[in-house]
Protein backbone atom coordinates (compact mmCIF):
# COMPACT_ATOMS: atom_id res chain seq x y z
CA UNK A 1 0.00 0.00 0.00
CA UNK A 2 1.75 3.39 -1.05
CA UNK A 3 -0.84 5.28 1.04
CA UNK A 4 1.06 8.37 2.69
CA UNK A 5 0.16 7.95 6.22
CA UNK A 6 0.77 10.45 8.90
CA UNK A 7 2.01 9.92 12.58
CA UNK A 8 0.18 12.52 15.30
CA UNK A 9 2.85 14.15 17.42
CA UNK A 10 3.94 12.03 20.57
CA UNK A 11 3.62 14.59 23.41
CA UNK A 12 4.56 14.19 26.99
CA UNK A 13 3.91 16.63 29.48
CA UNK A 14 5.86 18.48 32.15
CA UNK A 15 4.67 19.32 35.81
CA UNK A 16 4.37 22.82 34.75
CA UNK A 17 2.50 22.18 31.32
CA UNK A 18 5.75 22.88 28.88
CA UNK A 19 5.07 19.90 26.09
CA UNK A 20 7.99 18.00 24.96
CA UNK A 21 8.25 15.74 21.29
CA UNK A 22 8.76 11.82 22.24
CA UNK A 23 9.64 11.53 18.48
CA UNK A 24 12.41 14.08 18.53
CA UNK A 25 13.40 14.36 22.18
CA UNK A 26 13.05 18.23 22.26
CA UNK A 27 10.39 20.64 23.67
CA UNK A 28 7.89 22.46 21.88
CA UNK A 29 8.78 25.64 23.09
CA UNK A 30 10.50 27.98 25.71
CA UNK A 31 9.48 26.47 29.28
CA UNK A 32 10.85 30.40 30.02
CA UNK A 33 7.50 31.17 28.25
CA UNK A 34 5.57 30.33 25.44
CA UNK A 35 3.84 33.57 24.39
CA UNK A 36 6.76 35.62 25.28
CA UNK A 37 8.96 33.83 23.22
CA UNK A 38 7.04 33.72 20.17
CA UNK A 39 6.00 37.34 20.35
CA UNK A 40 10.09 38.13 20.96
CA UNK A 41 11.51 35.89 18.46
CA UNK A 42 9.20 35.74 15.42
CA UNK A 43 7.02 39.04 15.34
CA UNK A 44 9.73 40.92 16.85
CA UNK A 45 12.48 39.57 14.38
CA UNK A 46 10.36 39.49 11.27
CA UNK A 47 9.72 43.34 12.24
CA UNK A 48 6.04 42.82 13.22
CA UNK A 49 3.26 44.05 13.79
CA UNK A 50 5.44 47.27 12.02
CA UNK A 51 6.40 45.73 8.57
CA UNK A 52 2.30 44.38 7.74
CA UNK A 53 0.26 47.82 8.18
CA UNK A 54 -1.28 49.36 5.50
CA UNK A 55 -1.20 46.08 3.40
CA UNK A 56 -3.80 44.35 1.64
CA UNK A 57 -2.27 41.25 2.10
CA UNK A 58 0.44 39.52 3.98
CA UNK A 59 1.93 36.31 4.23
CA UNK A 60 4.16 34.35 6.51
CA UNK A 61 5.46 30.83 6.61
CA UNK A 62 5.98 28.88 9.44
CA UNK A 63 8.53 25.89 9.21
CA UNK A 64 7.39 23.64 11.95
CA UNK A 65 3.42 24.52 13.60
CA UNK A 66 3.80 22.18 16.62
CA UNK A 67 1.27 23.18 18.85
CA UNK A 68 0.48 26.55 16.71
CA UNK A 69 1.41 28.82 19.15
CA UNK A 70 3.13 31.00 17.20
CA UNK A 71 0.25 31.28 14.93
CA UNK A 72 -1.84 32.16 17.76
CA UNK A 73 0.28 35.11 19.29
CA UNK A 74 0.39 36.28 16.19
CA UNK A 75 -3.37 36.39 15.01
CA UNK A 76 -3.75 38.15 18.55
CA UNK A 77 -1.17 40.73 17.13
CA UNK A 78 -3.31 40.93 14.04
CA UNK A 79 -6.36 41.76 16.39
CA UNK A 80 -4.74 44.13 18.55
CA UNK A 81 -3.38 46.35 15.43
CA UNK A 82 -5.61 48.69 13.95
CA UNK A 83 -3.90 49.39 10.76
CA UNK A 84 -3.41 45.21 10.17
CA UNK A 85 -3.60 44.15 6.61
CA UNK A 86 -6.60 43.43 5.22
CA UNK A 87 -5.95 39.44 4.65
CA UNK A 88 -3.42 37.66 6.74
CA UNK A 89 -2.39 34.42 5.51
CA UNK A 90 -0.58 31.89 7.46
CA UNK A 91 1.36 29.20 5.76
CA UNK A 92 2.56 25.93 8.49
CA UNK A 93 4.13 22.71 7.56
CA UNK A 94 3.77 20.17 10.46
CA UNK A 95 4.70 16.28 9.83
CA UNK A 96 3.45 15.20 13.10
CA UNK A 97 0.05 16.98 13.73
CA UNK A 98 -1.34 17.13 17.26
CA UNK A 99 -4.09 15.13 17.92
CA UNK A 100 -7.09 17.50 19.07
CA UNK A 101 -6.78 16.04 23.38
CA UNK A 102 -3.07 16.94 22.86
CA UNK A 103 -3.80 20.28 21.24
CA UNK A 104 -6.42 21.03 24.44
CA UNK A 105 -3.91 20.15 27.26
CA UNK A 106 -1.35 22.52 25.50
CA UNK A 107 -4.00 24.96 24.81
CA UNK A 108 -4.89 25.41 28.42
CA UNK A 109 -1.15 26.57 29.18
CA UNK A 110 -2.28 30.04 27.60
CA UNK A 111 -5.67 31.50 29.23
CA UNK A 112 -4.53 35.20 27.20
CA UNK A 113 -4.94 33.16 24.02
CA UNK A 114 -8.74 30.65 25.21
CA UNK A 115 -10.75 32.08 22.50
CA UNK A 116 -8.40 31.75 19.76
CA UNK A 117 -7.51 28.62 20.72
CA UNK A 118 -10.85 27.03 21.08
CA UNK A 119 -11.70 28.51 17.38
CA UNK A 120 -8.42 27.03 16.18
CA UNK A 121 -9.15 23.47 17.74
CA UNK A 122 -12.84 23.46 16.23
CA UNK A 123 -11.74 24.53 12.74
CA UNK A 124 -8.67 21.43 13.34
CA UNK A 125 -8.68 19.63 10.10
CA UNK A 126 -8.96 15.61 10.04
CA UNK A 127 -5.18 14.43 10.24
CA UNK A 128 -4.43 13.49 6.53
CA UNK A 129 -1.58 14.20 4.47
CA UNK A 130 -1.84 17.32 2.07
CA UNK A 131 -2.84 20.83 2.10
CA UNK A 132 -6.14 22.42 4.39
CA UNK A 133 -6.99 25.98 4.24
CA UNK A 134 -8.88 26.86 7.25
CA UNK A 135 -10.68 30.36 7.54
CA UNK A 136 -10.80 32.74 10.69
CA UNK A 137 -11.96 36.57 11.45
CA UNK A 138 -14.47 35.86 8.50
CA UNK A 139 -11.71 34.99 5.89
CA UNK A 140 -9.63 37.62 6.72
CA UNK A 141 -7.03 35.16 8.41
CA UNK A 142 -6.14 31.89 6.91
CA UNK A 143 -4.53 29.48 8.14
CA UNK A 144 -3.28 27.35 5.50
CA UNK A 145 -1.90 23.58 6.96
CA UNK A 146 0.15 21.60 5.34
CA UNK A 147 0.49 18.24 6.69
CA UNK A 148 3.24 16.13 5.89
CA UNK A 149 7.69 16.13 5.11
CA UNK A 150 8.79 19.78 4.98
CA UNK A 151 10.89 19.66 1.97
CA UNK A 152 7.90 18.09 0.28
CA UNK A 153 5.34 20.16 1.09
CA UNK A 154 7.72 23.27 0.34
CA UNK A 155 8.40 22.08 -2.69
CA UNK A 156 4.95 22.00 -4.11
CA UNK A 157 3.81 25.22 -2.07
CA UNK A 158 2.83 28.15 -4.26
CA UNK A 159 2.96 31.16 -2.91
CA UNK A 160 4.64 34.80 -2.07
CA UNK A 161 5.90 34.62 1.46
CA UNK A 162 6.81 37.84 3.39
CA UNK A 163 7.74 36.78 6.59
CA UNK A 164 9.73 33.50 7.51
CA UNK A 165 9.05 31.87 11.04
CA UNK A 166 11.82 29.24 11.29
CA UNK A 167 10.89 26.66 13.97
CA UNK A 168 12.05 23.50 13.86
CA UNK A 169 13.28 20.90 16.51
CA UNK A 170 17.08 21.26 17.44
CA UNK A 171 19.17 21.04 14.69
CA UNK A 172 20.85 17.99 15.98
CA UNK A 173 17.79 16.37 16.25
CA UNK A 174 15.59 17.14 13.15
CA UNK A 175 18.62 18.24 10.86
CA UNK A 176 15.64 17.68 7.99
CA UNK A 177 13.97 21.10 9.17
CA UNK A 178 17.40 22.82 8.90
CA UNK A 179 18.91 21.30 5.24
CA UNK A 180 20.94 23.87 2.69
CA UNK A 181 18.29 22.88 0.11
CA UNK A 182 14.93 23.83 2.68
CA UNK A 183 16.36 26.60 2.48
CA UNK A 184 16.94 27.59 -0.57
CA UNK A 185 13.11 26.65 -1.42
CA UNK A 186 12.50 29.33 0.59
CA UNK A 187 14.35 32.17 -0.65
CA UNK A 188 12.46 31.00 -4.14
CA UNK A 189 9.39 31.68 -2.04
CA UNK A 190 10.28 34.41 -0.56
CA UNK A 191 9.08 38.16 -1.56
CA UNK A 192 10.75 40.89 -2.73
CA UNK A 193 11.35 42.15 0.74
CA UNK A 194 10.87 39.12 2.85
CA UNK A 195 12.50 38.74 6.07
CA UNK A 196 13.08 35.72 8.74
CA UNK A 197 13.38 35.04 12.59
CA UNK A 198 14.54 32.27 14.21
CA UNK A 199 15.76 31.12 17.77
CA UNK A 200 18.68 29.04 16.24
CA UNK A 201 22.21 30.42 15.79
CA UNK A 202 24.08 27.21 15.17
CA UNK A 203 26.88 27.88 12.41
CA UNK A 204 25.16 25.67 9.84
CA UNK A 205 22.24 27.22 10.17
CA UNK A 206 23.34 30.45 9.58
CA UNK A 207 25.51 29.24 6.57
CA UNK A 208 22.92 27.53 4.49
CA UNK A 209 20.64 30.63 4.67
CA UNK A 210 23.27 33.15 3.78
CA UNK A 211 24.46 30.40 0.77
CA UNK A 212 20.06 30.29 -0.29
CA UNK A 213 20.54 34.31 -0.27
CA UNK A 214 19.48 36.05 3.04
CA UNK A 215 21.54 38.05 4.89
CA UNK A 216 21.37 37.38 8.93
CA UNK A 217 22.42 38.57 11.95
CA UNK A 218 22.21 37.84 15.65
CA UNK A 219 20.20 39.32 18.19
CA UNK A 220 19.43 39.20 21.82
CA UNK A 221 17.55 35.71 22.74
CA UNK A 222 14.36 35.61 24.58
CA UNK A 223 15.08 35.24 28.70
CA UNK A 224 17.45 32.78 28.93
CA UNK A 225 18.37 31.93 25.25
CA UNK A 226 21.15 34.31 24.74
CA UNK A 227 20.90 35.18 20.76
CA UNK A 228 18.77 34.45 18.12
CA UNK A 229 18.61 35.03 14.20
CA UNK A 230 17.16 37.22 12.07
CA UNK A 231 17.42 37.71 8.23
CA UNK A 232 16.40 39.60 5.21
CA UNK A 233 16.34 38.63 1.74
CA UNK A 234 19.71 39.65 -0.19
CA UNK A 235 19.10 38.65 -3.89
CA UNK A 236 15.86 38.52 -4.75
CA UNK A 237 15.25 35.20 -6.72
CA UNK A 238 13.06 35.62 -10.18
CA UNK A 239 9.94 33.67 -9.09
CA UNK A 240 6.71 33.74 -10.64
CA UNK A 241 5.48 32.36 -7.00
CA UNK A 242 6.70 35.24 -5.68
CA UNK A 243 5.13 37.77 -7.82
CA UNK A 244 1.51 37.59 -6.77
CA UNK A 245 -0.13 40.79 -8.01
CA UNK A 246 -1.21 43.85 -5.34
CA UNK A 247 -4.36 44.13 -4.31
CA UNK A 248 -6.51 46.85 -5.73
CA UNK A 249 -9.25 48.40 -4.00
CA UNK A 250 -11.89 47.89 -6.83
CA UNK A 251 -12.25 44.77 -9.00
CA UNK A 252 -14.92 43.30 -11.17
CA UNK A 253 -15.68 39.99 -12.98
CA UNK A 254 -18.58 38.27 -14.89
CA UNK A 255 -19.03 34.75 -14.21
CA UNK A 256 -21.30 32.45 -17.12
CA UNK A 257 -23.21 30.24 -15.16
CA UNK A 258 -25.27 29.59 -12.09
CA UNK A 259 -24.48 26.05 -11.25
CA UNK A 260 -22.52 24.90 -8.43
CA UNK A 261 -19.52 25.79 -10.03
CA UNK A 262 -20.84 29.56 -10.76
CA UNK A 263 -22.31 30.32 -7.49
CA UNK A 264 -19.13 28.90 -5.77
CA UNK A 265 -16.64 31.10 -7.64
CA UNK A 266 -18.98 34.04 -7.57
CA UNK A 267 -18.96 33.97 -4.02
CA UNK A 268 -15.22 33.31 -3.35
CA UNK A 269 -14.17 36.73 -5.38
CA UNK A 270 -17.21 38.37 -3.49
CA UNK A 271 -15.50 37.41 -0.28
CA UNK A 272 -12.29 38.99 -1.48
CA UNK A 273 -14.22 42.41 -2.46
CA UNK A 274 -14.51 41.95 -6.16
CA UNK A 275 -17.89 42.87 -7.85
CA UNK A 276 -19.11 40.07 -9.55
CA UNK A 277 -22.01 39.43 -12.18
CA UNK A 278 -23.21 36.65 -12.87
CA UNK A 279 -24.86 36.19 -16.41
CA UNK A 280 -27.48 32.54 -16.28
CA UNK A 281 -29.20 31.56 -19.54
CA UNK A 282 -31.99 29.96 -17.28
CA UNK A 283 -34.36 32.24 -14.98
CA UNK A 284 -33.02 30.66 -12.09
CA UNK A 285 -29.93 29.40 -10.83
CA UNK A 286 -29.14 25.76 -10.64
CA UNK A 287 -31.05 25.32 -13.86
CA UNK A 288 -28.93 22.50 -15.42
CA UNK A 289 -27.29 19.37 -13.12
CA UNK A 290 -27.05 21.66 -9.95
CA UNK A 291 -31.00 21.27 -10.23
CA UNK A 292 -31.11 17.93 -8.86
CA UNK A 293 -33.45 17.40 -5.47
CA UNK A 294 -30.14 16.05 -4.20
CA UNK A 295 -26.30 14.69 -4.63
CA UNK A 296 -24.01 12.86 -2.24
CA UNK A 297 -20.74 13.94 -1.09
CA UNK A 298 -17.89 11.49 -0.63
CA UNK A 299 -14.36 10.78 -1.43
CA UNK A 300 -12.74 8.17 -3.76
CA UNK A 301 -9.85 6.15 -2.43
CA UNK A 302 -7.43 4.26 -4.04
CA UNK A 303 -4.77 1.77 -3.45
CA UNK A 304 -2.07 4.07 -4.67
CA UNK A 305 -3.42 7.53 -3.56
CA UNK A 306 -3.41 8.60 -7.00
CA UNK A 307 -3.01 12.58 -8.38
CA UNK A 308 -7.50 11.95 -8.10
CA UNK A 309 -8.11 10.59 -5.16
CA UNK A 310 -5.35 13.20 -3.25
CA UNK A 311 -7.65 15.95 -4.92
CA UNK A 312 -11.07 14.25 -4.27
CA UNK A 313 -9.86 13.78 -0.42
CA UNK A 314 -8.82 17.33 -0.33
CA UNK A 315 -11.98 18.79 -1.93
CA UNK A 316 -14.56 16.62 0.11
CA UNK A 317 -12.83 17.19 3.38
CA UNK A 318 -12.53 21.45 2.35
CA UNK A 319 -16.56 20.88 1.38
CA UNK A 320 -17.79 20.78 4.98
CA UNK A 321 -15.51 23.59 6.14
CA UNK A 322 -16.72 25.72 3.40
CA UNK A 323 -20.22 24.81 4.10
CA UNK A 324 -19.95 25.38 7.86
CA UNK A 325 -18.51 28.94 6.60
CA UNK A 326 -21.83 29.80 4.87
CA UNK A 327 -23.48 28.42 8.11
CA UNK A 328 -21.94 31.98 9.81
CA UNK A 329 -23.11 34.09 6.91
CA UNK A 330 -26.51 33.01 8.09
CA UNK A 331 -27.21 31.45 4.55
CA UNK A 332 -26.96 27.80 5.67
CA UNK A 333 -27.03 25.24 2.77
CA UNK A 334 -29.10 22.32 3.14
CA UNK A 335 -27.41 19.24 3.41
CA UNK A 336 -26.84 16.77 6.36
CA UNK A 337 -23.03 15.55 6.58
CA UNK A 338 -23.27 13.02 9.34
CA UNK A 339 -22.63 9.85 7.37
CA UNK A 340 -22.23 7.90 4.22
CA UNK A 341 -21.84 4.00 3.42
CA UNK A 342 -20.30 3.27 0.17
CA UNK A 343 -21.28 -1.01 0.12
CA UNK A 344 -18.35 -3.16 -1.42
CA UNK A 345 -18.86 -4.48 -4.90
CA UNK A 346 -18.14 -7.84 -4.30
CA UNK A 347 -15.91 -9.49 -1.40
CA UNK A 348 -12.65 -9.12 -3.68
CA UNK A 349 -13.56 -5.25 -2.86
CA UNK A 350 -14.45 -5.71 0.89
CA UNK A 351 -11.31 -7.30 1.23
CA UNK A 352 -9.24 -4.06 -0.62
CA UNK A 353 -11.34 -1.70 1.55
CA UNK A 354 -10.57 -2.91 4.86
CA UNK A 355 -6.85 -3.23 4.11
CA UNK A 356 -7.12 0.57 2.63
CA UNK A 357 -9.16 1.58 5.78
CA UNK A 358 -6.36 0.63 8.36
CA UNK A 359 -4.30 3.56 5.81
CA UNK A 360 -6.38 6.51 7.54
CA UNK A 361 -8.00 8.43 10.64
CA UNK A 362 -10.97 6.69 11.70
CA UNK A 363 -12.51 10.14 11.82
CA UNK A 364 -11.72 10.08 7.87
CA UNK A 365 -12.75 6.53 7.05
CA UNK A 366 -13.60 3.25 8.61
CA UNK A 367 -14.69 -0.38 7.47
CA UNK A 368 -17.81 -1.45 8.66
CA UNK A 369 -18.91 -5.27 8.18
CA UNK A 370 -22.33 -6.23 6.39
CA UNK A 371 -24.04 -6.37 10.16
CA UNK A 372 -21.83 -2.94 11.32
CA UNK A 373 -23.30 -1.55 7.99
CA UNK A 374 -26.64 -2.50 7.84
CA UNK A 375 -27.04 -1.37 11.56
CA UNK A 376 -26.11 2.45 10.60
CA UNK A 377 -28.11 2.21 7.38
CA UNK A 378 -31.24 1.06 9.02
CA UNK A 379 -31.59 -2.09 7.44
CA UNK A 380 -29.72 -4.72 5.58
CA UNK A 381 -27.37 -4.12 2.39
CA UNK A 382 -25.79 -6.62 0.29
CA UNK A 383 -22.11 -6.58 1.67
CA UNK A 384 -19.92 -4.46 4.19
CA UNK A 385 -18.74 -1.59 2.98
CA UNK A 386 -16.39 1.85 3.88
CA UNK A 387 -18.08 4.11 6.63
CA UNK A 388 -17.26 7.88 5.96
CA UNK A 389 -18.49 9.87 8.89
CA UNK A 390 -18.15 13.28 7.19
CA UNK A 391 -20.01 12.25 3.96
CA UNK A 392 -23.72 12.58 3.26
CA UNK A 393 -25.81 14.60 0.58
CA UNK A 394 -26.68 18.28 -0.29
CA UNK A 395 -29.48 20.14 -2.04
CA UNK A 396 -27.50 21.55 -5.01
CA UNK A 397 -29.92 24.51 -5.87
CA UNK A 398 -30.14 25.38 -2.05
CA UNK A 399 -26.16 25.31 -1.99
CA UNK A 400 -26.41 27.49 -4.96
CA UNK A 401 -28.95 29.96 -3.32
CA UNK A 402 -26.81 29.80 0.14
CA UNK A 403 -23.47 30.74 -2.08
CA UNK A 404 -25.40 33.92 -4.20
CA UNK A 405 -26.63 35.00 -0.68
CA UNK A 406 -23.45 35.42 1.12
CA UNK A 407 -21.90 37.65 -1.65
CA UNK A 408 -24.29 39.84 -0.20
CA UNK A 409 -23.91 43.19 -2.08
CA UNK A 410 -20.93 42.36 -3.68
CA UNK A 411 -22.74 39.78 -5.85
CA UNK A 412 -25.90 40.03 -8.22
CA UNK A 413 -27.48 38.01 -10.97
CA UNK A 414 -29.33 37.79 -14.08
CA UNK A 415 -31.38 35.28 -15.39
CA UNK A 416 -32.35 34.97 -19.22
CA UNK A 417 -29.09 36.60 -20.25
CA UNK A 418 -27.41 33.50 -22.88
CA UNK A 419 -24.44 35.07 -24.05
CA UNK A 420 -23.77 33.77 -27.55
CA UNK A 421 -20.10 35.41 -28.47
CA UNK A 422 -17.33 37.17 -26.80
CA UNK A 423 -14.58 39.38 -27.90
CA UNK A 424 -11.52 41.11 -26.26
CA UNK A 425 -10.35 44.62 -27.12
CA UNK A 426 -8.84 47.60 -25.57
CA UNK A 427 -8.62 45.00 -22.43
CA UNK A 428 -11.94 44.39 -21.97
CA UNK A 429 -14.30 41.16 -22.86
CA UNK A 430 -17.47 42.27 -24.52
CA UNK A 431 -20.34 39.39 -23.90
CA UNK A 432 -22.97 39.61 -26.61
CA UNK A 433 -26.16 38.19 -27.01
CA UNK A 434 -27.98 35.76 -30.24
CA UNK A 435 -29.22 39.10 -31.61
CA UNK A 436 -26.17 41.27 -31.16
CA UNK A 437 -26.41 43.20 -28.47
CA UNK A 438 -24.19 43.82 -25.23
CA UNK A 439 -25.03 41.91 -22.35
CA UNK A 440 -21.88 43.14 -20.23
CA UNK A 441 -18.28 44.03 -20.40
CA UNK A 442 -15.52 43.29 -18.33
CA UNK A 443 -11.77 42.34 -17.90
CA UNK A 444 -12.04 39.68 -16.05
CA UNK A 445 -14.44 36.86 -16.82
CA UNK A 446 -15.06 32.99 -15.85
CA UNK A 447 -16.76 30.48 -17.41
CA UNK A 448 -18.45 28.26 -15.59
CA UNK A 449 -21.53 27.27 -17.20
CA UNK A 450 -20.42 23.30 -17.92
CA UNK A 451 -20.82 21.44 -21.13
CA UNK A 452 -22.36 25.33 -22.68
CA UNK A 453 -18.81 26.92 -22.32
CA UNK A 454 -17.58 24.98 -25.65
CA UNK A 455 -20.29 26.82 -27.76
CA UNK A 456 -18.16 29.89 -27.15
CA UNK A 457 -15.17 30.06 -29.72
CA UNK A 458 -12.67 30.59 -26.63
CA UNK A 459 -13.52 27.51 -25.30
CA UNK A 460 -14.00 25.27 -28.14
CA UNK A 461 -10.88 24.05 -28.41
CA UNK A 462 -11.45 22.11 -24.39
CA UNK A 463 -12.00 18.72 -24.29
CA UNK A 464 -15.49 19.11 -22.39
CA UNK A 465 -18.30 16.39 -23.33
CA UNK A 466 -21.45 16.66 -22.38
CA UNK A 467 -22.61 13.16 -20.46
CA UNK A 468 -26.27 12.54 -19.97
CA UNK A 469 -27.36 11.73 -16.41
CA UNK A 470 -31.17 10.53 -15.36
CA UNK A 471 -32.00 10.17 -11.92
CA UNK A 472 -34.86 8.19 -10.71
CA UNK A 473 -37.62 9.72 -7.98
CA UNK A 474 -38.33 7.10 -5.35
CA UNK A 475 -41.79 8.26 -2.95
CA UNK A 476 -40.95 7.72 0.51
CA UNK A 477 -42.64 4.83 1.75
CA UNK A 478 -41.67 2.24 -1.04
CA UNK A 479 -38.33 1.98 0.37
CA UNK A 480 -37.22 1.25 3.73
CA UNK A 481 -36.02 4.32 5.79
CA UNK A 482 -32.32 5.15 5.29
CA UNK A 483 -30.90 6.08 8.14
CA UNK A 484 -27.71 7.61 5.64
CA UNK A 485 -27.26 7.72 1.94
CA UNK A 486 -25.26 5.25 0.36
CA UNK A 487 -23.50 4.42 -2.85
CA UNK A 488 -22.07 1.46 -4.81
CA UNK A 489 -22.28 1.85 -8.89
CA UNK A 490 -25.22 4.12 -8.47
CA UNK A 491 -26.55 6.13 -5.12
CA UNK A 492 -29.58 6.36 -2.82
CA UNK A 493 -30.32 8.89 -0.53
CA UNK A 494 -32.75 9.06 2.24
CA UNK A 495 -36.06 10.60 1.71
CA UNK A 496 -36.23 14.41 1.13
CA UNK A 497 -39.26 16.58 0.65
CA UNK A 498 -41.06 12.82 0.45
CA UNK A 499 -38.57 11.83 -2.54
CA UNK A 500 -35.02 9.22 -2.70
CA UNK A 501 -32.84 10.21 -4.93
CA UNK A 502 -31.82 6.95 -6.71
CA UNK A 503 -29.05 7.40 -9.87
CA UNK A 504 -27.52 7.91 -11.69
CA UNK A 505 -27.51 6.88 -15.77
CA UNK A 506 -24.66 7.67 -17.59
CA UNK A 507 -25.05 8.46 -21.54
CA UNK A 508 -23.67 10.13 -24.38
CA UNK A 509 -26.59 12.02 -26.29
CA UNK A 510 -28.20 14.71 -26.19
CA UNK A 511 -31.82 13.30 -25.29
CA UNK A 512 -33.97 15.19 -22.21
CA UNK A 513 -36.88 13.01 -22.12
CA UNK A 514 -36.96 10.23 -19.44
CA UNK A 515 -36.44 6.66 -20.51
CA UNK A 516 -37.32 3.52 -19.10
CA UNK A 517 -34.59 1.49 -19.54
CA UNK A 518 -31.95 3.98 -17.76
CA UNK A 519 -34.76 3.83 -14.73
CA UNK A 520 -34.20 0.08 -15.21
CA UNK A 521 -30.22 0.44 -14.77
CA UNK A 522 -30.98 2.36 -11.39
CA UNK A 523 -33.16 -0.14 -10.07
CA UNK A 524 -30.48 -2.81 -10.75
CA UNK A 525 -27.94 -0.51 -9.00
CA UNK A 526 -30.62 -0.40 -5.97
CA UNK A 527 -30.59 -4.38 -6.23
CA UNK A 528 -26.86 -4.51 -5.65
CA UNK A 529 -26.95 -1.90 -2.61
CA UNK A 530 -30.16 -3.25 -0.54
CA UNK A 531 -31.14 -6.34 -2.52
CA UNK A 532 -34.94 -6.93 -2.55
CA UNK A 533 -35.41 -3.51 -2.35
CA UNK A 534 -36.22 -2.79 -5.89
CA UNK A 535 -39.12 -5.07 -5.57
CA UNK A 536 -42.49 -3.51 -6.61
CA UNK A 537 -41.10 -0.55 -8.51
CA UNK A 538 -42.23 0.03 -11.87
CA UNK A 539 -39.87 1.48 -14.18
CA UNK A 540 -42.68 2.89 -16.12
CA UNK A 541 -43.82 4.56 -13.55
CA UNK A 542 -41.39 6.32 -11.82
CA UNK A 543 -40.88 10.51 -11.80
CA UNK A 544 -37.39 11.35 -12.12
CA UNK A 545 -35.07 14.09 -13.54
CA UNK A 546 -32.79 14.52 -16.94
CA UNK A 547 -29.12 16.51 -16.21
CA UNK A 548 -26.04 16.85 -17.89
CA UNK A 549 -22.75 16.62 -16.73
CA UNK A 550 -19.86 18.23 -18.23
CA UNK A 551 -16.98 15.86 -18.09
CA UNK A 552 -13.17 15.57 -19.58
CA UNK A 553 -11.35 13.01 -20.34
CA UNK A 554 -9.27 12.52 -17.64
CA UNK A 555 -12.23 13.35 -15.33
CA UNK A 556 -10.46 15.78 -13.78
CA UNK A 557 -11.83 19.55 -13.80
CA UNK A 558 -10.50 22.33 -15.78
CA UNK A 559 -9.73 25.31 -12.75
CA UNK A 560 -7.19 28.21 -14.18
CA UNK A 561 -6.57 30.55 -16.57
CA UNK A 562 -7.80 29.16 -20.53
CA UNK A 563 -5.06 28.01 -22.94
CA UNK A 564 -4.56 30.72 -25.97
CA UNK A 565 -4.46 27.65 -28.60
CA UNK A 566 -3.49 30.79 -31.30
CA UNK A 567 -0.12 31.17 -30.13
CA UNK A 568 2.90 29.18 -31.55
CA UNK A 569 4.61 27.82 -28.81
CA UNK A 570 7.96 25.98 -28.57
CA UNK A 571 8.06 22.30 -28.55
CA UNK A 572 9.87 22.51 -24.83
CA UNK A 573 7.39 24.66 -23.49
CA UNK A 574 6.10 24.35 -19.57
CA UNK A 575 2.55 24.56 -18.30
CA UNK A 576 3.60 27.39 -16.50
CA UNK A 577 5.08 29.73 -19.77
CA UNK A 578 1.55 28.40 -21.89
CA UNK A 579 -0.16 31.26 -23.39
CA UNK A 580 -3.47 32.37 -22.04
CA UNK A 581 -6.24 34.28 -23.25
CA UNK A 582 -6.45 37.64 -21.24
CA UNK A 583 -8.21 37.68 -18.68
CA UNK A 584 -10.04 34.69 -19.26
CA UNK A 585 -10.38 31.99 -16.87
CA UNK A 586 -12.38 28.39 -16.66
CA UNK A 587 -14.09 26.51 -13.47
CA UNK A 588 -15.31 23.63 -15.53
CA UNK A 589 -15.70 19.92 -16.44
CA UNK A 590 -16.91 18.86 -12.74
CA UNK A 591 -18.77 15.78 -13.96
CA UNK A 592 -21.12 14.32 -11.60
CA UNK A 593 -18.79 15.53 -8.58
CA UNK A 594 -19.76 19.32 -8.26
CA UNK A 595 -20.78 18.92 -4.93
CA UNK A 596 -17.69 17.92 -4.18
CA UNK A 597 -15.58 19.86 -6.07
CA UNK A 598 -16.90 22.94 -5.94
CA UNK A 599 -16.02 24.82 -3.25
CA UNK A 600 -12.41 24.04 -3.45
CA UNK A 601 -12.03 24.06 -7.00
CA UNK A 602 -13.55 27.93 -6.93
CA UNK A 603 -10.84 29.19 -3.55
CA UNK A 604 -8.21 27.83 -5.83
CA UNK A 605 -9.48 29.40 -8.70
CA UNK A 606 -9.87 33.16 -6.58
CA UNK A 607 -6.46 32.59 -4.67
CA UNK A 608 -5.18 32.58 -8.53
CA UNK A 609 -6.90 35.60 -9.74
CA UNK A 610 -6.48 37.38 -6.55
CA UNK A 611 -2.78 36.79 -6.32
CA UNK A 612 -3.46 34.36 -3.05
CA UNK A 613 -1.19 31.57 -1.88
CA UNK A 614 -2.19 28.69 -3.39
CA UNK A 615 -4.69 25.97 -1.40
CA UNK A 616 -3.16 23.25 -2.94
CA UNK A 617 -0.39 21.43 -4.04
CA UNK A 618 1.59 22.34 -7.22
CA UNK A 619 0.90 19.00 -8.90
CA UNK A 620 -2.91 19.00 -7.89
CA UNK A 621 -2.74 22.35 -9.65
CA UNK A 622 -1.10 21.43 -13.06
CA UNK A 623 -3.36 18.67 -13.01
CA UNK A 624 -6.02 21.01 -12.94
CA UNK A 625 -4.94 23.07 -15.60
CA UNK A 626 -7.01 24.03 -18.35
CA UNK A 627 -4.10 24.05 -20.86
CA UNK A 628 -2.91 20.60 -19.77
CA UNK A 629 -4.56 19.11 -22.93
CA UNK A 630 -3.37 22.08 -24.94
CA UNK A 631 -0.18 20.90 -24.11
CA UNK A 632 -0.30 17.56 -24.39
CA UNK A 633 -1.68 17.55 -27.59
CA UNK A 634 1.47 20.02 -28.66
CA UNK A 635 4.30 17.48 -27.29
CA UNK A 636 2.61 14.73 -29.14
CA UNK A 637 2.75 17.00 -32.62
CA UNK A 638 -0.87 17.79 -32.61
Not at 314 to 331: I, P, V
Not at 493 to 512: F, M, N, R
Request: proline residues 7%; positive net charge.
Amino acid sequence: MSVNTLQPAQARFAPDGTARSAIHDDIYHSADGGPGQARHVFLGGNGLPERWRDRGRFTILENGFGTGLNFLATWAAWRADPDRPGRLHYLAVEKHPFTLPDLARVHAAWPEFRFLAEALRNAWPVLTPGFHRLEFAAGRVVLTLMLGDSANCLRKLRAGVDAFYLDGFDPRKNPDMWSPALFRRCAQLAASDATLATWCVAGLVRGALNEAGFATEKRPGFASKREMLVGRLAAPHVSSMASAPALVPARDAVVLGAGLAGCAIAERLAARGWRVEILERHGKPAGEASGNLAGIVRPLLSRDDNLASRLNRACFLHTGRAWSRLDQTGHPPRRRLDGLLQIARDAGHEALQRELSGAYPADFVQFLERDAAGKSLGCPTALGGWWFPGGGWAHPPGVCRSLLAAGGMNLSFRGHAEVARMEHRDGLWRLFDAGGAVLAEAAIVVLAGGAQAHRLDQAASLPITRVRGQVSHIPAGRLPRLAHPLCREGYLTPALDGVHCLGASYAYDEGVELRVDEHESNLLRLSQMLPGAERGLNPTELPGRVGFRAATPDRLPLVGALPDVSTAIPRDCRLADLPRQPGLFGLLGLGSRGLVWSALAAETLASQMDGDPMPLEGDLLDAMDPGRFHLRAHRRGG
